[in-house]
Nanobody, 121 residues
Framework: QLQLVESGGGLVQPGGSLRLSCAASGFTHYYAIGWFRQAPGKEREGVSC???????TYSESVKGRFTISRDNAKNTVYLQMNSLKPEDTAVYYCAADLSCGLLRVGQFGSWGQGTQVTVSS
């Protein structure tokens, strides 16, 4: 299994931007990497995913604001988050699987520890 480590979270004002990173211990280009988030009192939900062939998917709530990308040389996947809203506040996790599928939490087997994103004025 891949070991995944997220970073890049923090406090940002509404309308601001953050870039999250998901660094892997192994070769990420064999895997689909998904980003998920969990807000207080809510279930973990899928946000975006990039497949091994660099296809990408986004949830409706972030489409047009977030961009997922990967740097295979660095074994790192990024989530660029623009036009952030207070409702984007959550702990963000990355996870790996062989495909993006339907971006369901239960599908992904390797998870990072999460990074906190807080959008507040």
């Amino acid at each position: 299994q891949l070991q995944l480590v997220e970073s890049g979270g923090g406090l940002v004002q509404p309308g601001g931007s953050l870039r999250l990173s998901c660094a892997a211990s192994g070769f990420t280009h064999y895997y689909a990497i998904g980003w998920f988030r969990q807000a207080p009192g809510k279930e973990r939900e899928g946000v975006s995913c990039i497949s091994s062939s660099d296809g990408s998917t986004y949830s409706e709530s972030v489409k047009g604001r977030f961009t997922i990308s990967r740097d295979n040389a660095k074994n790192t996947v990024y989530l660029q988050m623009n036009s952030l809203k207070p409702e984007d506040t959550a702990v963000y996790y990355c996870a790996a699987d062989l495909s993006c599928g339907l971006l369901r939490v239960g599908q992904f087997g390797s998870w990072g520890q999460g990074t906190q994103v807080t959008v507040s004025s």
